[in-house]
């Protein structure tokens, strides 16, 4: 769900820098958001539970054991509920985890629309009804390949975060949406761009304009697609 100011996962997973971590964290290894109150928090959740949610813009990435398997066996429990996946991009860490010796991310972004409850085969985004439906996807997602949530913004098996729900903007304590830092990442942007060139993340603008203002930063060198998943 995913932090990677080090680096994929995360306005978060069913979760969330990274979720929690995620929240803050995205496949590249970052934090989590921190939270805004009980009250408020309730507040939010019950006025965002009548959004749009049922489609997600999904971040994975890995950089710990057989990385490309940690992600098809993502991909795979999602099910039905997969739309489309990008190629796979070697990244290196993302800023924030400079510190820590790490091997680079392979790293995919995955458009998922939610599956009813119910429906045969639904996947593990079965009965998704409202955004913390898909924090706890990723969460369930990442548990499954054994992601242990110790060192910030340290390696992970994988890492998996909600980038954005729809054209929805929310923040709550364990769910930012969109991803705070997703703006900021090439390993999120450029596998989205490959799928959606004309997708438009909320509050900031279209993805095309966001990859070609971190390409005149120097941003995005050192991410290169290394083939299908």
């Given at each position: 769900?995913?932090?990677?100011?080090?680096?994929?996962?995360?306005?978060?997973?069913?979760?969330?820098?990274?979720?929690?971590?995620?929240?803050?964290?995205?496949?590249?290894?970052?934090?989590?958001?921190?939270?805004?109150?009980?009250?408020?928090?309730?507040?939010?959740?019950?006025?965002?539970?009548?959004?749009?949610?049922?489609?997600?813009?999904?971040?994975?990435?890995?950089?710990?054991?057989?990385r490309r398997r940690y992600l098809a066996d993502a991909v795979a429990a999602l099910g039905p509920a997969v739309r489309a996946v990008s190629s796979v991009y070697s990244?290196?860490?993302?800023?924030?985890?400079?510190?820590?010796?790490?091997?680079?991310?392979?790293?995919?972004?995955?458009?998922?629309?939610?599956?009813?409850?119910?429906?045969?085969?639904?996947?593990?985004?079965?009965?998704?009804?409202?955004?913390?439906?898909?924090?706890?996807?990723?969460?369930?997602?990442?548990?499954?390949?054994?992601?242990?949530?110790?060192?910030?913004?340290?390696?992970?098996?994988?890492?998996?975060?909600?980038?954005?729900?729809?054209?929805?903007?929310?923040?709550?304590?364990?769910?930012?949406?969109?991803?705070?830092?997703?703006?900021?990442?090439?390993?999120?942007?450029?596998?989205?761009?490959e799928l959606d060139p004309g997708a438009e993340l909320p509050g900031a603008g279209p993805i095309a304009?966001?990859?070609?203002?971190?390409?005149?930063?120097?941003?995005?060198?050192?991410?290169?697609?290394?083939?299908?998943?």
């Amino acid at each position: 769900m995913v932090e990677r100011t080090p680096h994929a996962g995360a306005a978060g997973a069913v979760g969330g820098p990274g979720a929690a971590e995620h929240a803050g964290s995205m496949a590249g290894g970052g934090p989590e958001p921190a939270g805004a109150g009980a009250e408020s928090a309730g507040a939010g959740a019950e006025s965002a539970a009548a959004v749009d949610v049922s489609s997600a813009v999904l971040s994975m990435g890995s950089n710990l054991g057989d990385r490309r398997r940690y992600l098809a066996d993502a991909v795979a429990a999602l099910g039905p509920a997969v739309r489309a996946v990008s190629s796979v991009y070697s990244t290196p860490p993302w800023a924030g985890s400079a510190d820590i010796e790490q091997d680079d991310y392979l790293n995919i972004v995955v458009l998922a629309d939610a599956v009813p409850a119910g429906t045969p085969a639904n996947g593990a985004a079965g009965g998704v009804s409202e955004p913390m439906d898909w924090l706890r996807v990723c969460r369930q997602l990442e548990t499954a390949a054994g992601r242990e949530r110790g060192v910030r913004w340290g390696p992970r098996t994988l890492d998996v975060d909600v980038v954005a729900i729809g054209q929805l903007e929310l923040d709550l304590p364990e769910l930012t949406v969109p991803h705070p830092h997703a703006g900021e990442r090439g390993f999120v942007l450029v596998p989205w761009a490959e799928l959606d060139p004309g997708a438009e993340l909320p509050g900031a603008g279209p993805i095309a304009d966001l990859i070609a203002g971190l390409e005149a930063a120097g941003e995005l060198e050192g991410i290169r697609k290394v083939g299908a998943l």
